[in-house]
């Protein structure tokens, strides 16, 4: 009986650890005091960050496809992730109506990431960029107009 309330133990160990350790991967907001956030954002985040997620868009097959009306762009924000350059990256994301696959109308947010000034291009994929954003766009976003992206499909 004493093995297995150690086994438990052990286990509920290995569980907390694991749920820190992933909490940890889902942290997002202002990393240190604002001037330091802003700083970080900085050197992350191009200036032009909104023409390049334009031409993202513009340049996929998969967005060619969709129908995008009433599009929002968020406020950037710095995040923990990309450990390889620093364990910090700029994200910004965009949310508009789309046509459902049973012709309804549906809200779809898709996350952009730049490091170094650079898009963070493994997440060329529309689905994975809807995947994060469902993480990654949930709080700390402000939004406004973003109508540079709107279109009918073609």
Known sequence: MAYLVANARIVQCICLFMSLLVAGCNSTGVVGDVAEANSTLAAHLPQNYRRIIVQEIEASAAYRRIDIRDAQISNPITQWGDIL??????????????????????LATDWFSFTKSKLNRPLHDINSRRSVATISCNADRTYSPFPEIERKPG
């Open 85 to 106: 350059s620093g364990g910090t990256l700029a994200s910004v994301c965009v949310r508009y109506r789309t046509e459902g696959a049973l012709g309804g109308t549906l």
